[in-house]
């Protein structure tokens, strides 16, 4: 059985989400470190991001997990620079 995950991120952001969810993700250094390469890398395009989206994605990708959203940043953040993403827009 899949347990529902949220970012403490989208919780701050939204915080009635947090009633979808049984764990809270708090991002590591991994994830900040992620987030930085693909944001360099978006900026070299004229792409830039916003932080909190990249976080987001950064947690889902270093937990092997599926980031489920209706946010059409990160159909722009898979498809230039984090291959790896599973995603799923809503």
Do not use: C
Not at 53 to 61: E, K, P, R
């Amino acid at each position: 059985m899949k347990v529902p995950r949220i970012s403490i991120i989208t919780v701050v952001e939204y915080p009635p989400a947090v009633k979808y969810a049984r764990v809270v993700l708090y991002p590591t250094r991994e994830d900040y470190l992620l987030a930085t390469r693909w944001q360099t890398k978006l900026r070299k395009l004229g792409s830039p991001l916003p932080a909190a989206d990249l976080v987001i994605a950064a947690q889902a990708v270093n937990n092997g997990l599926v980031l489920v959203t209706r946010d059409a940043h990160f159909k722009m953040l898979k498809e230039k620079v984090a291959k790896d993403l599973s995603l799923e827009i809503i």
